[in-house]
């Protein structure tokens, strides 16, 4: 019996032991970089600037229409391999350009065109670029096709995943990964798609949400679990999709949510959203379901050619910005609303 017991409890503890090097395993690592220096020296409502090389007219210039930069407010981020990666498009300057940036050297970089991308004569980024962080997958889905593709960063392969049968096309789609649901949601126009990469099938979450038609947003919340979308031209409208496939309104954003008139993010510490146009930033607060403004005394940052990027493995948001206060890399961490007493 004693050594039934024991055997017991060296199989409990050898679970706990996998269980908590699982848990380690899935924590956003850290680097000995400037970045990882100036987030740790950062306060709640302070910003500062990330000195990078290379984010310079010839990365983001794209002929005399525009910029790498048109049309798209945010970039993607592989908390795995610690680099930001974006695809995007001037205005009928094909064909798109591939960027990265390098948190260990703090390097911009061109990438190769994938050879799908070749082909493709206009699109702008608008939100169709979208990482799943954990295991550094980049997908990308250019605007006005029901194509999407996926870069496996580690074996630096590409692949094509279904067609998006039966979803509308148009300009200003927007997409995001769900890992929960180990999903991709796909937003245009009212209408909800979902890949799911365990059967490799889309299919309808519905097609009945108010919003704008085009130019429509999406985040993903890491601390509440969920996909916000909607917004888009002339609409401030907000959803909540959680991970069993149910669909909320929250409190509308007293804000056009448009790609091509604001900036929504997501704070990956406290969870709340951050809006930001020309006139006003603004942030949500999930457990009150109201928006708030931020107070933007002696910000360095004001709406932009740009884009925000969480970086979740330092608590922060990177801002590129490409506008009035120049072609900067800013770091913002977030101080969110006070909590009511007794929370």
Known sequence: MARIVQATRIVFVGLLAAGALAAAAEQPKELNSELARIAKGLQPGAWAEWNTKGWDESLIKMGAAGTVLGYTDRATWDARHHKLHFIGQGHLTPPPRYVTLDEATGQWKVEPTPEWAKPLSWFHAYQNNAMDEARGIFFHHPSHTNMVYRLDIEKNEWTKLPLINGAPLGHGTSMVYFPEMRSLIRFLGGTVYQYSEDTNNWKSLG?????????????????????????????????????????????????????????????????????????????????????????????????????????????????ACDGPMGKKILIYKHKPAPAAPGK
């Open 207 to 319: 097609d009945k949400f108010k919003c704008g038609p085009y130019h429509n947003m999406a985040v993903y919340n890491p601390v509440h679990k969920a996909v916000y979308f909607g917004g888009g031209n002339g609409s401030g409208a907000l959803y909540k999709l959680t991970p069993d496939g149910k669909t909320a309104e929250i409190k509308e954003c007293p804000m056009q949510l448009a790609v091509s008139a604001a900036v929504l993010t997501c704070d990956p510490t406290s969870g709340e959203l951050i809006a930001i146009n020309a006139e006003k930033a603004i942030a949500y607060n999930a457990k009150k379901d109201e928006w708030y403004p931020l107070d933007r005394t002696n910000w360095p940052y004001s709406y932009c050619t740009g884009m925000a990027t969480p970086i979740s493995n330092y608590g922060v948001i990177l801002f």
